[in-house]
């Protein structure tokens, strides 16, 4: 899959332990007989983790009972791919992994918290997301199925990649906050992120929407990261915005070499490459739409489908507009005396009508501008992670 917004696969690890505990192989002072609930290893595991954290120099995480909830019922699915791909596991950072018992039941024990600890960390991957510097919240969740335990951690860390393959690291500013959209429109025009060119094995959308997100919390405006998932073909990103005035705004900065701008206008006297900064449309089942932000005055799907409807009336107007032209053109044949009355009355009739329908279509492309952009797809999902 194209790195372009996100890997579209929670960053899952499932491995498996077979633990033969043969009597014959342990002694009777290994042997820890007091058993412990599946809520009991949680907190367990929860505790050391962050005790390993912090012995790094990493924050404690904080519990999450949502992110709970989720490593809960991923595990007691026995991490079914159907579960996973249907909720916001699909976009964070997940560890999972099971333990297999080849002789007897299942038994969560005292030191069970530590064992599994123990194991992630001599596994790179399963460590590597437990000490993500940019992980603040984490959910945990033990099930047993059958002969296995099933582990889970979720951490509030998106599952996305940037165009070189590393994972996208946001950062927060603990005192950004909603801006108006006047602000937003203002801070985004100046901002040079969409000038920057998309490049599809180093700089992505992923990259695109992480840079306006950090440089916009940089500036004290608290900005979300946006996943998109498409019916076809890989996913996007793009960036998200609470205005205090018009409530959620989506901006979609990414520059030229993915969106495609499409001449409609009547002039052609804008350059399409002059900016890449767009508001974004989004809605389950509906095309995603983009509005370049200099156009933009509302930020519901209703807007978007009426700008459409207005586009597609412009065009037909255009095309009108060119057959009359060529018609009067060819009535005219390149003669510049017309000496005839009815002759000429009649193409100044003509000529009339063009100009009237000219100032028509000058009047909408002020409104509509001289291009649109193309929808990248049909949205099935999107998550937006503050």
């Known amino acids: 899959m194209s790195p372009r917004g996100f890997t579209g696969i929670a960053y899952t690890i499932l491995i498996t332990v077979t633990l033969a505990l043969l009597a014959s192989c342990i002694t009777p002072s290994a042997i820890v007989s007091s058993t412990v609930t599946e809520a009991e290893v949680e907190d367990a595991i929860y505790t050391l983790v962050n005790e390993e954290r912090q012995s790094v120099g990493l924050d404690a995480l904080a519990r999450d009972s949502d992110l709970d ?31 297999t018992f080849s002789r007897g039941s299942p038994e969560l024990r005292e030191d069970t918290a530590q064992e599994q600890v123990d194991y992630c960390l001599e596994n790179y991957d399963l460590r590597q997301a437990m000490l993500r510097s940019d992980a603040r919240a984490t959910g945990l969740g033990v099930a047993i199925l059958g002969d296995t335990v099933y582990y889970v951690q979720v951490f509030d860390v998106l599952n996305s990649v940037q165009g070189d393959g590393r994972p996208v690291q946001l950062n927060e500013n603990a005192q950004a906050e909603d801006p108006s959209w006047e602000l937003l429109r203002w801070f985004v025009l100046d901002d040079d992120t969409d000038e920057q ?28 990261y946006v996943s998109v998932v498409f019916t076809d073909g890989p996913g996007h990103a793009l960036t998200a915005f609470n205005t205090t005035d018009h409530g959620l705004v989506f901006i979609d900065c990414t520059g030229q070499g993915l969106n495609t ?53 412009h065009l037909e107007k255009v095309e009108v507009y060119e057959q009359k032209a060529d018609a009067y053109e060819e009535a005219v ?30 009047t909408q492309e002020d409104i509509l501008g001289s291009y649109r952009w193309e929808s990248l797809g049909l949205v099935t999902d999107f998550y937006i992670h503050w």
């Open 69 to 99: 909830k989720l490593a809960r019922w991923y595990s007691a699915s026995g991490f079914s791919r159907n579960m996973e791909q249907s909720s916001d596991l699909n976009y964070l950072l997940c560890n999972s992994w099971r333990a």
């Open 197 to 224: 060119p998309y490049i599809g094995d180093s700089f992505v959308c992923a990259d695109f929407a992480a840079m306006l997100h950090d440089r916009a919390e940089a500036a004290g405006i608290k900005a979300a």
């Open 333 to 362: 044949g390149g003669r510049t005396i017309i000496t005839d009355p009815d002759e000429y009355a009649m193409l100044q009739s003509m000529h009339e009508e063009l100009e009237a329908l000219r100032e028509e279509l000058e």
């Open 261 to 313: 701008a499409t001449s409609g206008g009547f002039t052609g006297s804008q350059d399409t490459t002059e900016s890449y900064d767009k508001v974004a449309y989004l809605v389950e089942g509906y095309e995603y739409g983009l509005i370049s932000i200099d156009r933009a005055s509302h930020f519901d799907y209703e807007f978007y489908e009426q700008w459409m409807r207005q586009w597609e009336e």
